[in-house]
């Protein structure tokens, strides 16, 4: 535009006009298009905010949120840390039964140990019960020793005994004796009184006589002669009289001296008294035992001169003194049950007295009463009782160690076993059952013999008592399938009898009859009166029957017949044994018949027993068989 | 002689005590088996005297007495226990093998007397339970 030099300023102007305008233009659009971007951006700026004031809304409804939030948080929090509290104890408490278990579990380690020792234990036991069941048949054999022994002893003591009896009845023999000879003493001096008097008679005849010869010479001579002869006669057997009296007198002064002395060294004490018990004699050995000499004793009354007492030291009454009860009632009686004697020198001792009445043409004319001191006898009847508690306790203690054990083991109280040590153990088991019921046996025959039995009667029921023996052998009459039938007489009266040897009876004679009937046989068992005194019981079988030359030994001790011995071994033979001590013992009988061979073979037991005083024997201890 | 059977569950013993006065150790140990197997609680003494001290300071429910023992014998043993205000009523059990022909009878009712060796182990616990239910 510059080339248009000076034409016009005012073109010049107008151009630089136009140059500003068309800037102005420019400007004015530029301005536009930023008027326009400010108000896309003011728009913007009014949604943004907008949104702002939407976002500030929801922070607002997103701090309510938060607030509310924050107290849930706030109780969470507390709830958190009453957890936490809870926590902890429960961590306590798991630490407290942590320990328990701790200790549970060394409790447990302990226990296991001492089950590995009990294991060791018991296979000891087990070696040591070989070695026990060794020991047991040498104890066994040792007791069968023992016992012979102890019957040996006692048959020795029954044989001191029945001498000593027959001592006791040699004096009695003798005190009668005497007086015999007494008697025939007074017989001779009888008659030798007669003779006297006879011969004042034949003197008053001799004087008829005389007178007589005057009436016949012959006569008077012949009479003479044979008066002269037979005066001979008659001087001569009067001088032999008087000689025979004489000697006859000499001979029993000599006899009564010797007797006296007999009398006087008798062992045992010996004291006489007259019919009212004053003291006649005394001899050596009562002087001793007594401490009383004979001259002041005698004359004086027996029971002042021994007082006796019983047991616990009380006098015992007059009436019950053995001299007054045979004056009393003019029989023997033997000792009382403990009487005791104390000496003056205050030496007690107790006494086994017998009195007898001394009888002299039917009349009581004194007593005589042999005593002596039984210290040394009551020693051996306690040690005899000691003896049977011993043994049954020494015997019975391993044997109940092998039971008990046994059983634990069978019974699988530590652990199952296979069937070959079952069957092991059964064998073990029952053969120690066997050997307690022989030892059981053995016992009740040691007892039985030594008389240390314990006896105790009161009234029973027998007809009750047979019928709980035979429920207990139920189990074994149902297993061999037997037709058994009881029946007990109504109305019995009751027996006065100790039920454990009552019990003894009845089980044995009902065990062997169903041991000893094959499958499906007959049992019958009856009670009823033998007499208004005696009960019997019968009970018949149809078992194997007992040999004919057995028959005599069924009842020794240890015995069993061939017949039954493999059919069953469990017996121990001494059943019949302690039947037979019982009931003879308690004054009963017991007897049997029986058939071994043929078709109809079996056996009926008889038993009689007095309904007073069954297991009270008739002597004191049994005799041995 | 029978089978012998397990024992069955005894849940009702484990509260109960019960005192063994045994001398002979294999015995005692015995009982003790048994008795824990029946879930008792057994205490052991193996004579008279150690078995008055236990009885009278744990006072036990039931006390199973041997006879034959070396320092006091069991009858000292009971009348000690008997004695005593708590040990006048606890039930006792002579377990022994003294022959019971020897035996005088027993003090009370509530003293019982087995032998040991007619006696087999889990009746002696049948016995125990009968006695302590009565």
């Known amino acids: 535009m510059n080339t248009r030099p000076l034409t016009s300023a005012s073109d010049e102007i107008i151009l630089n006009l136009k140059v500003l305008a068309a800037e102005k233009e420019s400007v004015r659009r530029k301005l536009a298009v930023t008027a326009a971007k400010l108000a896309a951006t003011a728009e913007k700026l009014a949604v943004t905010a907008r949104e702002k004031e939407v976002v500030r809304r929801k922070l ?286 205050e030496k007690r001792f107790p006494l086994a007295i017998m009195a007898t009445p001394v009888i002299l043409g039917g009349k009581v004319i004194g007593t005589i009463k042999v005593f002596r001191d039984i210290t040394y006898e009551r020693e051996i009847d306690k040690a005899k009782t000691e003896f049977v508690s011993l043994a049954s306790h020494q015997l019975r203690t391993p044997l109940s160690t092998v039971n008990w054990y046994a059983e634990m083991l069978l019974a699988g109280d530590v652990g199952a076993l296979n069937e070959k040590q079952q069957k092991y153990l059964d064998e073990v088991y029952r053969s120690n059952q066997r050997m307690v019921e022989l030892v059981n046996a053995l016992l009740d025959v040691a007892s039985l013999e030594l008389g240390t039995f314990i006896i105790e009667p009161e009234p029973t029921d027998i007809c009750t008592l047979t019928e709980n023996v035979i429920a207990e052998e139920t189990p074994q009459i149902a297993a061999r399938k037997l037709k058994f039938s009881f029946s007990c007489k109504k109305d019995l009266p009751l027996m006065q009898a100790d039920p454990r040897l009552l019990r003894m009876v009845m089980q044995n004679i009902l065990s062997n009859a169903v041991k000893y009937t094959p499958e499906k046989g007959t049992i019958a068992f009856t009670i009823t009166l033998a007499d208004p005194k005696h009960i019997l019981m019968k009970m018949t079988d149809t078992g194997y029957g007992i040999p004919k030359n057995q028959q005599g030994q069924i009842f020794t001790k240890l015995f069993r017949a061939d017949n039954v011995r493999d059919k069953d071994t469990d017996g121990t033979g001494l059943g019949l044994y302690i039947v037979k001590s019982i009931v003879e013992n308690s004054g009963g009988k017991i007897w049997f018949t029986s058939t071994s061979e043929g078709e109809r073979t079996g056996s009926i037991f008889y038993v009689t027993l007095p309904l007073d005083k069954v297991g009270v024997p008739a002597a004191t201890t049994l005799k041995p068989h | 002689m029978g089978s012998i059977t397990g024992t069955g569950a005894h849940i009702m013993n484990i509260q109960k005590t019960i005192l063994v006065i045994e001398d002979e150790k294999s015995l005692r140990a015995a009982l003790v088996d048994i008795l824990l197997l029946s879930n008792f609680r057994p205490l052991e003494a193996k004579n008279g005297r150690e078995g008055v001290v236990m009885a009278l300071e744990a006072h036990p429910d039931l006390i199973l007495l041997d006879l034959i023992m070396p320092e006091m014998d069991g009858r000292v043993t009971l009348e000690k226990i008997r004695a005593d205000v708590w040990g006048a009523n606890v039930p006792v059990l002579i377990l022994t093998n003294l022959s019971a022909t020897n035996g005088q009878p027993m003090d009370n009712a509530m003293t019982h007397y087995l032998i040991k060796s007619d006696w087999k182990l889990h009746d002696i616990v049948q016995k125990i339970e009968d006695v302590l239910d009565a």
């Not at chain 1, 020991?135 to 002893?153: D, F, G, I, R, Y």
């Not at chain 1, 000599?254 to 006087?264: C, D, R, T």
């Not at chain 1, 005394?282 to 004979?294: D, R």
């Open chain 1, 60 to 345: 607002a409804v997103t701090a309510e949120e938060k607030e509310s939030v924050r107290r849930s948080l706030v109780v969470t929090a507390a709830k958190l840390a009453t957890t936490a509290e809870k926590l902890a104890m429960t961590a306590k408490e798991k630490e407290g039964v942590r320990r328990k278990l701790a200790i549970t579990a060394a409790k447990l380690a302990v226990t296991a140990e001492k089950l590995a020792a009990t294991a060791k234990e018991k296979e000891s036991v087990r070696r040591k019960l070989a070695v026990t069941a060794a020991k047991l048949a040498v104890t066994a054999e040792k007791l069968a020793a023992t016992a012979a022994k102890l019957a040996a002893t006692a048959e020795k003591l029954a044989a001191t005994a029945k001498e000593k009896e027959s001592v006791r009845r040699n004096l009695v023999v003798t005190a009668a004796k005497l007086a015999i000879v007494a008697e025939e003493k007074e017989v001779v001096r009888r008659k030798l009184a007669i003779t006297a008097a006879k011969l004042a008679v034949t003197a008053k005849e001799k004087e008829s006589v005389r007178r007589t010869l005057a009436v016949t010479a012959k006569e008077k001579e012949t009479v003479r002669r044979t008066l002269a002869i037979t005066a001979l006669k008659l001087k001569k057997s009067y001088e032999t009289l008087e000689k025979k009296v004489l000697e006859r007198t000499k001979s029993l002064e000599m006899a009564h001296a010797k007797e006296e002395a007999i009398l006087l060294s008798i062992g045992d004490g010996l004291l006489a008294t007259d019919e009212k018990g004053n003291i006649i004699f005394i001899n050596k050995a009562a002087e001793k035992l007594l401490g009383q000499k004979s001259k002041i004793a005698v004359g004086k009354k027996f029971s002042d001169v021994i007082p006796l007492e019983d047991e616990k030291g009380a006098p015992i009454p007059l009436a019950k003194h053995p001299v007054n009860m045979v004056l009393a009632a003019g029989m023997a009686t033997a000792a009382l049950p403990a009487a005791y004697y104390k000496r003056k020198d």
